[in-house]
Protein backbone atom coordinates (compact mmCIF):
# COMPACT_ATOMS: atom_id res chain seq x y z
CA UNK A 1 0.00 0.00 0.00
CA UNK A 2 0.93 3.66 -0.85
CA UNK A 3 2.14 6.01 1.62
CA UNK A 4 -0.14 8.49 2.38
CA UNK A 5 1.76 11.49 2.01
CA UNK A 6 2.57 13.97 -0.96
CA UNK A 7 6.62 14.63 -2.48
CA UNK A 8 5.89 17.46 -3.72
CA UNK A 9 5.69 20.01 -1.00
CA UNK A 10 7.95 21.81 0.84
CA UNK A 11 8.65 20.08 4.11
CA UNK A 12 10.63 20.96 6.97
CA UNK A 13 13.72 19.01 7.64
CA UNK A 14 15.58 20.48 10.47
CA UNK A 15 15.44 23.73 12.53
CA UNK A 16 18.02 26.53 11.71
CA UNK A 17 20.56 26.08 14.52
CA UNK A 18 20.57 22.00 14.06
CA UNK A 19 22.35 22.33 10.28
CA UNK A 20 25.99 22.99 11.27
CA UNK A 21 29.33 21.98 9.64
CA UNK A 22 28.50 18.46 12.12
CA UNK A 23 26.90 16.42 9.25
CA UNK A 24 22.78 15.87 9.94
CA UNK A 25 20.98 12.49 8.95
CA UNK A 26 17.25 12.70 9.52
CA UNK A 27 15.08 10.71 7.86
CA UNK A 28 12.49 12.44 6.11
CA UNK A 29 9.24 10.59 4.01
CA UNK A 30 10.93 7.51 4.58
CA UNK A 31 14.25 8.37 2.81
CA UNK A 32 17.55 8.91 4.36
CA UNK A 33 18.82 12.45 3.93
CA UNK A 34 22.09 14.26 5.21
CA UNK A 35 22.17 18.38 5.86
CA UNK A 36 25.29 20.28 6.47
CA UNK A 37 26.26 23.78 5.85
CA UNK A 38 29.32 24.84 3.36
CA UNK A 39 31.73 27.30 4.51
CA UNK A 40 29.49 29.64 3.17
CA UNK A 41 27.11 29.04 5.36
CA UNK A 42 24.50 27.99 2.59
CA UNK A 43 22.90 24.50 3.80
CA UNK A 44 22.86 21.59 2.01
CA UNK A 45 21.00 18.44 2.05
CA UNK A 46 22.14 14.95 -0.10
CA UNK A 47 20.92 11.40 0.30
CA UNK A 48 22.07 10.37 3.33
CA UNK A 49 23.94 6.99 1.61
CA UNK A 50 27.04 6.45 -0.25
CA UNK A 51 26.82 5.27 -3.96
CA UNK A 52 29.13 2.78 -2.87
CA UNK A 53 27.83 -0.12 -0.28
CA UNK A 54 25.12 2.41 1.06
CA UNK A 55 26.81 3.22 4.28
CA UNK A 56 25.06 6.63 6.01
CA UNK A 57 27.08 9.51 4.62
CA UNK A 58 26.46 11.87 7.51
CA UNK A 59 28.43 9.34 9.58
CA UNK A 60 31.45 10.58 7.90
CA UNK A 61 33.36 14.40 8.11
CA UNK A 62 33.81 17.28 6.38
CA UNK A 63 37.06 17.99 4.26
CA UNK A 64 36.25 21.81 3.29
CA UNK A 65 32.75 21.61 1.59
CA UNK A 66 33.23 17.78 0.48
CA UNK A 67 31.92 15.01 2.46
CA UNK A 68 34.23 12.29 3.33
CA UNK A 69 32.88 8.75 3.24
CA UNK A 70 34.13 7.37 6.76
CA UNK A 71 33.48 3.35 5.32
CA UNK A 72 35.83 3.31 2.11
CA UNK A 73 37.01 7.42 2.57
CA UNK A 74 34.97 8.49 -1.27
CA UNK A 75 34.58 11.73 -1.13
CA UNK A 76 31.32 13.83 -2.57
CA UNK A 77 31.04 17.21 -3.30
CA UNK A 78 28.12 20.03 -2.34
CA UNK A 79 26.23 18.51 -5.85
CA UNK A 80 26.29 15.30 -4.89
CA UNK A 81 28.90 14.13 -7.00
CA UNK A 82 31.73 11.65 -6.62
CA UNK A 83 35.03 13.47 -7.34
CA UNK A 84 37.63 10.97 -5.24
CA UNK A 85 37.81 7.59 -4.56
CA UNK A 86 41.27 6.97 -2.82
CA UNK A 87 41.56 3.16 -3.84
CA UNK A 88 41.63 4.13 -7.83
CA UNK A 89 43.04 7.11 -9.76
CA UNK A 90 39.68 8.78 -10.67
CA UNK A 91 36.05 8.08 -9.79
CA UNK A 92 33.68 6.12 -11.74
CA UNK A 93 31.69 8.31 -14.62
CA UNK A 94 28.39 9.70 -13.45
CA UNK A 95 28.82 8.56 -9.46
CA UNK A 96 27.29 10.59 -7.54
CA UNK A 97 24.45 11.26 -4.76
CA UNK A 98 21.04 12.89 -5.36
CA UNK A 99 20.89 16.52 -3.85
CA UNK A 100 17.83 18.00 -2.52
CA UNK A 101 16.31 21.28 -3.55
CA UNK A 102 16.17 23.30 0.47
CA UNK A 103 15.54 26.67 1.41
CA UNK A 104 16.08 28.62 4.80
CA UNK A 105 13.08 30.91 6.22
CA UNK A 106 11.52 31.43 9.37
CA UNK A 107 14.35 29.51 11.46
CA UNK A 108 13.63 26.50 9.17
CA UNK A 109 15.55 24.61 6.83
CA UNK A 110 12.84 23.05 3.81
CA UNK A 111 13.11 20.37 1.70
CA UNK A 112 11.66 19.43 -1.28
CA UNK A 113 11.83 15.60 -2.14
CA UNK A 114 9.64 15.09 -4.65
CA UNK A 115 10.22 16.22 -8.43
CA UNK A 116 13.09 18.89 -8.17
CA UNK A 117 11.89 20.42 -11.56
CA UNK A 118 8.14 21.93 -9.67
CA UNK A 119 10.27 23.21 -6.75
CA UNK A 120 11.28 26.35 -7.83
CA UNK A 121 7.78 26.84 -9.05
CA UNK A 122 6.43 26.29 -5.47
CA UNK A 123 6.76 28.90 -2.49
CA UNK A 124 7.41 28.40 0.75
CA UNK A 125 4.49 27.94 3.46
CA UNK A 126 4.52 32.01 5.06
CA UNK A 127 4.57 32.04 8.28
CA UNK A 128 4.43 36.07 9.15
CA UNK A 129 4.54 34.95 12.76
CA UNK A 130 8.65 33.68 12.68
CA UNK A 131 9.43 36.62 9.72
CA UNK A 132 7.86 39.61 11.25
CA UNK A 133 8.15 41.74 14.03
CA UNK A 134 5.40 41.94 16.71
CA UNK A 135 5.58 38.24 18.49
CA UNK A 136 7.42 36.95 20.63
CA UNK A 137 8.74 33.21 20.31
CA UNK A 138 9.63 30.27 21.28
CA UNK A 139 9.19 26.13 20.38
CA UNK A 140 10.73 22.87 20.48
CA UNK A 141 11.16 19.18 18.94
CA UNK A 142 9.36 16.29 18.77
CA UNK A 143 9.06 12.65 17.72
CA UNK A 144 5.80 11.42 17.03
CA UNK A 145 5.46 7.44 16.82
CA UNK A 146 2.03 8.02 14.67
CA UNK A 147 1.47 8.86 11.43
CA UNK A 148 1.35 12.76 10.17
CA UNK A 149 -2.18 12.54 9.05
CA UNK A 150 -2.95 11.37 13.13
CA UNK A 151 -1.15 14.71 13.81
CA UNK A 152 -2.65 17.00 11.68
CA UNK A 153 -6.14 15.71 12.12
CA UNK A 154 -5.78 15.78 15.95
CA UNK A 155 -5.17 19.75 15.80
CA UNK A 156 -7.93 20.37 13.38
CA UNK A 157 -10.57 18.75 15.47
CA UNK A 158 -10.49 20.87 18.83
CA UNK A 159 -13.80 19.13 20.27
CA UNK A 160 -10.75 16.74 22.51
CA UNK A 161 -10.02 19.88 24.45
CA UNK A 162 -12.08 19.64 27.33
CA UNK A 163 -11.47 16.02 27.72
CA UNK A 164 -7.83 15.75 27.07
CA UNK A 165 -6.52 19.04 28.28
CA UNK A 166 -9.31 20.04 31.18
CA UNK A 167 -6.67 22.23 32.88
CA UNK A 168 -5.92 23.94 30.23
CA UNK A 169 -9.59 24.33 29.14
CA UNK A 170 -11.18 27.97 30.39
CA UNK A 171 -14.02 27.56 33.30
CA UNK A 172 -17.53 26.88 31.82
CA UNK A 173 -16.30 25.37 28.58
CA UNK A 174 -17.35 22.18 28.33
CA UNK A 175 -17.36 21.77 25.09
CA UNK A 176 -15.88 23.32 22.18
CA UNK A 177 -18.92 24.47 19.30
CA UNK A 178 -18.89 23.93 15.69
CA UNK A 179 -16.64 25.73 13.66
CA UNK A 180 -18.22 28.90 12.18
CA UNK A 181 -16.18 29.33 8.82
CA UNK A 182 -14.45 26.75 6.63
CA UNK A 183 -12.40 27.89 3.58
CA UNK A 184 -11.28 25.98 1.04
CA UNK A 185 -8.60 26.41 -1.41
CA UNK A 186 -6.80 24.19 -3.74
CA UNK A 187 -4.23 23.28 -1.19
CA UNK A 188 -4.99 24.84 2.38
CA UNK A 189 -7.80 24.82 4.32
CA UNK A 190 -9.11 28.19 6.77
CA UNK A 191 -11.21 27.76 9.73
CA UNK A 192 -12.56 30.03 13.05
CA UNK A 193 -14.74 29.64 15.48
CA UNK A 194 -15.94 31.79 18.68
CA UNK A 195 -16.16 30.23 21.94
CA UNK A 196 -18.84 31.48 24.57
CA UNK A 197 -17.40 33.73 26.91
CA UNK A 198 -15.90 32.18 30.22
CA UNK A 199 -13.89 33.28 33.00
CA UNK A 200 -9.81 32.78 32.35
CA UNK A 201 -7.93 29.45 33.10
CA UNK A 202 -4.85 29.62 35.04
CA UNK A 203 -2.28 29.79 32.15
CA UNK A 204 -4.24 32.25 30.15
CA UNK A 205 -4.38 34.68 33.89
CA UNK A 206 -0.39 34.19 34.55
CA UNK A 207 0.53 34.98 30.62
CA UNK A 208 -2.00 38.03 30.34
CA UNK A 209 -2.09 39.41 33.67
CA UNK A 210 -5.82 40.33 32.83
CA UNK A 211 -8.34 40.13 35.91
CA UNK A 212 -9.35 36.60 36.49
CA UNK A 213 -13.17 38.28 37.97
CA UNK A 214 -14.06 38.63 34.21
CA UNK A 215 -15.78 36.60 31.66
CA UNK A 216 -13.42 36.96 28.56
CA UNK A 217 -14.42 36.45 24.54
CA UNK A 218 -12.26 33.94 22.97
CA UNK A 219 -11.94 33.34 19.00
CA UNK A 220 -10.36 30.03 17.75
CA UNK A 221 -9.18 29.92 14.34
CA UNK A 222 -6.00 28.77 11.98
CA UNK A 223 -5.11 27.32 8.37
CA UNK A 224 -4.11 23.95 7.40
CA UNK A 225 -1.31 25.94 5.00
CA UNK A 226 0.03 22.56 3.33
CA UNK A 227 0.46 18.79 4.31
CA UNK A 228 3.68 20.33 6.10
CA UNK A 229 2.60 22.65 8.26
CA UNK A 230 -0.75 24.14 10.59
CA UNK A 231 -0.98 27.27 11.92
CA UNK A 232 -3.29 27.61 14.71
CA UNK A 233 -4.47 30.65 17.09
CA UNK A 234 -5.94 31.56 20.13
CA UNK A 235 -7.07 34.89 20.79
CA UNK A 236 -8.35 36.65 23.99
CA UNK A 237 -10.11 39.40 23.84
CA UNK A 238 -9.98 42.17 26.65
CA UNK A 239 -12.26 44.53 28.05
CA UNK A 240 -11.37 47.14 25.13
CA UNK A 241 -12.17 44.16 23.37
CA UNK A 242 -8.47 44.36 22.10
CA UNK A 243 -6.79 41.29 21.23
CA UNK A 244 -4.26 38.86 22.88
CA UNK A 245 -2.94 36.52 20.15
CA UNK A 246 -1.34 33.23 20.59
CA UNK A 247 -0.67 31.21 17.52
CA UNK A 248 0.98 27.85 17.19
CA UNK A 249 2.91 26.70 14.17
CA UNK A 250 3.06 22.69 13.61
CA UNK A 251 5.71 21.82 11.06
CA UNK A 252 4.47 18.37 10.60
CA UNK A 253 7.02 16.01 8.39
CA UNK A 254 6.38 12.27 8.32
CA UNK A 255 9.64 10.61 8.87
CA UNK A 256 7.88 7.08 8.37
CA UNK A 257 4.17 6.17 7.99
CA UNK A 258 3.73 5.51 11.45
CA UNK A 259 6.35 8.49 13.17
CA UNK A 260 6.67 12.03 12.26
CA UNK A 261 9.13 15.03 13.31
CA UNK A 262 6.79 17.41 14.69
CA UNK A 263 8.82 20.98 15.03
CA UNK A 264 6.38 23.29 16.76
CA UNK A 265 7.11 26.90 17.30
CA UNK A 266 4.51 29.19 19.85
CA UNK A 267 3.78 33.00 19.14
CA UNK A 268 2.22 35.97 21.13
CA UNK A 269 1.88 39.43 20.42
CA UNK A 270 1.85 40.77 24.11
CA UNK A 271 4.12 41.46 27.16
CA UNK A 272 6.79 41.21 24.29
CA UNK A 273 10.21 40.73 25.74
CA UNK A 274 9.12 39.41 29.15
CA UNK A 275 10.88 36.59 29.36
CA UNK A 276 8.80 34.96 32.19
CA UNK A 277 5.88 35.54 30.01
CA UNK A 278 7.43 33.41 27.27
CA UNK A 279 9.03 31.01 29.94
CA UNK A 280 5.17 30.30 30.98
CA UNK A 281 3.60 30.00 27.57
CA UNK A 282 6.48 27.56 26.37
CA UNK A 283 6.05 25.41 29.94
CA UNK A 284 2.16 25.42 29.17
CA UNK A 285 2.30 24.59 25.72
CA UNK A 286 5.06 22.09 25.59
CA UNK A 287 2.87 20.27 28.30
CA UNK A 288 0.07 20.17 26.51
CA UNK A 289 2.23 19.01 23.10
CA UNK A 290 3.37 15.92 25.10
CA UNK A 291 -0.19 15.20 25.94
CA UNK A 292 -1.30 15.23 22.51
CA UNK A 293 2.09 12.98 21.31
CA UNK A 294 1.01 10.49 23.92
CA UNK A 295 -2.60 10.59 22.66
CA UNK A 296 -1.42 10.01 19.12
CA UNK A 297 0.61 6.97 19.84
CA UNK A 298 -2.06 5.28 21.33
CA UNK A 299 -4.18 5.28 18.51
CA UNK A 300 -1.45 4.75 16.22
CA UNK A 301 -0.70 1.57 18.00
CA UNK A 302 -3.69 0.92 18.63
CA UNK A 303 -5.68 0.58 15.15
CA UNK A 304 -2.90 3.03 13.24
CA UNK A 305 -4.11 5.96 11.17
CA UNK A 306 -6.04 3.45 8.30
CA UNK A 307 -7.69 2.35 11.03
CA UNK A 308 -8.79 5.29 13.02
CA UNK A 309 -9.74 7.38 8.94
CA UNK A 310 -12.45 4.47 8.85
CA UNK A 311 -14.23 5.23 11.77
CA UNK A 312 -17.55 6.98 11.93
CA UNK A 313 -18.05 10.89 11.17
CA UNK A 314 -19.10 13.35 13.20
CA UNK A 315 -20.07 17.22 12.66
CA UNK A 316 -16.58 17.95 13.90
CA UNK A 317 -14.76 16.53 11.28
CA UNK A 318 -15.88 18.90 8.71
CA UNK A 319 -12.07 20.23 8.47
CA UNK A 320 -10.46 17.32 9.09
CA UNK A 321 -12.43 15.83 5.82
CA UNK A 322 -11.22 18.96 3.53
CA UNK A 323 -8.10 18.19 4.42
CA UNK A 324 -8.20 14.34 3.69
CA UNK A 325 -9.59 15.47 0.26
CA UNK A 326 -6.52 17.85 -0.61
CA UNK A 327 -3.89 15.37 0.17
CA UNK A 328 -5.49 12.94 -1.82
CA UNK A 329 -5.40 15.48 -4.75
CA UNK A 330 -2.32 15.76 -4.50
CA UNK A 331 -0.85 12.63 -4.16
CA UNK A 332 -3.38 11.61 -7.33
CA UNK A 333 -1.67 14.24 -8.89
CA UNK A 334 2.13 12.92 -8.12
CA UNK A 335 1.07 9.22 -9.07
CA UNK A 336 -1.96 9.67 -12.13
CA UNK A 337 -1.50 5.50 -13.07
CA UNK A 338 -2.31 4.63 -9.76
CA UNK A 339 -5.09 7.45 -9.36
CA UNK A 340 -6.60 5.54 -12.55
CA UNK A 341 -6.23 1.87 -10.92
CA UNK A 342 -8.02 3.17 -7.64
CA UNK A 343 -10.66 5.19 -9.45
CA UNK A 344 -11.81 1.86 -11.34
CA UNK A 345 -11.44 -0.33 -8.17
CA UNK A 346 -13.61 2.32 -6.56
CA UNK A 347 -15.97 2.12 -9.10
CA UNK A 348 -16.35 -1.73 -9.06
Request: charge should be negative.
Amino acid sequence: MSANYPHDCWYVAASTEEVSREPLGRRLLDTPIMLYRLESGRAVALHDACGHRGYPLSRGHLDGDEITCAYHGIHYDASGACVRVPSQPRPPYGACVRQYPVREAGSFVWIWLGDPNRAQHRSLPELPWLTEPGWDISGTYLRVNANYMLVHEHYLDLTHIPWVHPQETPQDIDQVPALDEIQVSETSVTYTRGLPLAPLADWEATATGLPRDTAYRRRHHGTFVSPAVLAESWDIYDSDDKPLRHTRIQAVTPETETSTHLFWRFAHDYHLGNSDVRDHLHSVFEHVMRVDVDVLEAIEHNVGYRGSANGFRVSADAGVLKVRRIVTAMIDRENPALSAVNAVVGAL
